[in-house]
């Protein structure tokens, strides 16, 4: 079974100051991988997915990440968060093998934007 | 409008007395599977559907129960609901095994007493 590590529980940044959130992950077999948000009192949004093709991967809300085979990582980032960016981002992996494959969610990183 | 509708939204119930939580989805998909969010743990599987009549267990399953006799519909069945299972739970459906058009629901925050 994969596993998926979220470092950081909890990131504090001031608004307009840069992020990387920080994933990795176990199994360097074929994956899927995705960055999950989920605002105060919401469900999972989809901020953006590696499937194939280019490692860099653009989101929605300016998000952005890099997919590294090699150190198993898929960092998300951000040049510039605003105050509306506070909330709980969770990394997600999705293993390719077998038939059905689910997902394996990290721990999650609060990311909190202060003004 | 593409969506997977969860019901109830809050629930508090006593221990013991079985429920129900309700996920349906509008977009025919085949995958659906139920999650639970809990502190520090992030999302963790409790069942999945692969299609009707069709249902595996994930990677906590223990006091729930699953059924998928309609293609939309996936209810998560607590027999008898312990204290340890409060919780905030998620239904989800996909188009395809892997997740890459996956859609959650808003979510039933669940408390056990």
């Known amino acids: 079974a994969q596993s998926v590590t979220q470092l950081d529980s909890q990131v504090p940044v001031f608004e307009e100051a840069p992020v990387e959130l920080r994933c990795n992950y176990s199994?360097?077999?074929?994956?899927?991988l995705f960055w999950y948000v989920q605002y105060p009192n919401q469900g999972l949004q989809l901020l953006l997915k590696?499937?194939?093709?280019?490692?860099l991967v653009k989101g929605i809300n300016g998000f952005e990440a890099e997919f590294n085979k090699s150190q198993t990582s898929f960092h998300l980032r951000k040049p510039s968060v605003h105050i509306s960016d506070t909330a709980e981002y969770f990394c997600?992996?999705?293993?390719?093998?077998?038939?059905?494959?689910?997902?394996?969610f990290g721990s999650g990183t609060k990311l909190n934007v202060k003004p | 409008e593409a969506q997977v509708t969860q019901n109830p939204r809050y629930l508090i119930t006593v221990t013991g007395k079985k429920l129900t939580v309700t996920c349906s989805q509008n977009?025919?998909?085949?995958?659906m599977s139920w999650y639970r969010q809990d502190p520090g743990l992030g999302l963790r599987q409790i069942y999945y559907?692969?299609?009707?009549?069709?249902?595996d267990k994930g990677d906590v399953p223990e006091g729930y129960k699953v059924s998928r006799k309609e293609k939309r519909n996936f209810p998560l069945i607590l027999e008898s609901p312990s204290p340890n299972q409060t919780s905030l739970y998620f239904c989800?459906?996909?188009?395809?095994?892997?997740?890459?058009?996956?859609?959650f629901g808003q979510g039933t925050r669940l408390t056990v007493v």
């Open positions: 989800a459906s996909s188009f395809d095994g892997q997740g890459r058009r996956a859609f």
């Open positions: 199994s360097s077999v074929s994956v899927y």
């Open positions: 590696y499937l194939s093709g280019s490692t």
């Open positions: 997600a992996v999705s293993d390719l093998r077998g038939n059905f494959n689910k997902f394996y």
């Open positions: 977009m025919n998909h085949e995958y």
């Open positions: 559907s692969m299609n009707v009549e069709v249902t």
